[in-house]
């Protein structure tokens, strides 16, 4: 069963994305930021897909990609930004930041679902 590491740090946000997930067959692990996310992954939890917010504290989602997508270990995983930046700029500066898909918020539930499988299947 695959695993997607949620990191988004809206409760309400976070909570209906991870219940989406689940409720699809899907494993889900939460982080309210960046740094938590990549702690989480640095002490062994490896994702097989990470849906990220972009606009959080501490450490922004384009930054957590970057990271994910310059180490030999998580350079494979699947990226899906997902952010309320709405605009072609944003979609552009996170696809040059390594992300796989850019959802703009609000999305449809089925939209984000289709793209998590569409990655998943790779």
Request: some cysteine.
């Amino acid at each position: 069963m695959s695993m997607v590491l949620v990191v988004e740090d809206s409760i309400p946000q976070r909570e209906m994305i991870t219940e989406l997930l689940k409720g699809n067959g899907l494993t889900v692990a939460a982080a309210t930021d960046g740094v938590e996310a990549l702690e989480q992954i640095q002490a062994g939890e490896h994702p097989d897909l990470v849906v990220l917010d972009i606009v959080m504290p501490r450490m922004n989602g384009y930054e957590v990609c970057r990271r994910l997508k310059s180490d030999p270990i998580t350079q494979h995983v699947p990226v899906i930004l997902c952010s309320s930046k709405g605009e072609e700029f944003d979609r552009y500066w996170g696809m040059k930041q390594g992300a796989d898909a850019y959802i703009a918020k609000p999305f449809q539930p089925m939209e984000l679902l289709g793209t998590v499988k569409q990655l998943l299947r790779g």
